[in-house]
Nanobody, 116 residues
Framework: QVQLVESGGGLVQPGGSLRLSCAAS????????MGWYRQAPGKQREWVAS???????EYADSVKGRFTISRDNAKNTVYLQMNSLKPEDTAVYYC??????????WGQGTQVTVSS
C-alpha cells in the first residue's frame, strides 16, 4: 500500500510561483514513476509532468519551460516547481505513483488558484 500526501497549493497572482510537494510512504519510493496531474472545474484530469526513478522527466506542452518536476528519493518526495503561473493553471493538482505490473496510487490533491 502506498500513501501520497500533497502540499504547497494556494492562491497566487498571475506570473507568480508555487512549489508543490508530494510525500510518499509505505513503499519503495525510488522504484516508482511519479507524476503530477491536474483537474480544473468541469474538465477531465490531465497529465502535467512525470519523472522516472532514474530522473528522466517529461512535460505537457502547456507547462513546458515553466514547470519543473524533481524527486528526492532519500526523502520519498516528489516536487513540482511552478513558475510564471497563468489563470489557466488553476486546478486541483494530484500526484500519482505508478509502475509496470503494479497498482497505481493517487494523493488527495491540493488546490492551486491563480488569480489577481
Amino acid at each position: 500500500q502506498v500513501q501520497l500526501v500533497e502540499s504547497g497549493g494556494g492562491l497566487v497572482q498571475p506570473g507568480g510561483s508555487l512549489r508543490l510537494s508530494c510525500a510518499a510512504s509505505g513503499t519503495i519510493f525510488n522504484t516508482y514513476v511519479m507524476g503530477w496531474y491536474r483537474q480544473a472545474p468541469g474538465k477531465q484530469r490531465e497529465w502535467v509532468a512525470s519523472i522516472t526513478s532514474g530522473g528522466i522527466t517529461e512535460y505537457a506542452d502547456s507547462v513546458k519551460g515553466r514547470f519543473t518536476i524533481s524527486r528526492d528519493n532519500a526523502k520519498n518526495t516528489v516536487y513540482l516547481q511552478m513558475n510564471s503561473l497563468k489563470p489557466e493553471d488553476t486546478a486541483v493538482y494530484y500526484c500519482k505513483a505508478y509502475g509496470s505490473y503494479r497498482p497505481s496510487y493517487w494523493g488527495q490533491g491540493t488546490q492551486v488558484t491563480v488569480s489577481s
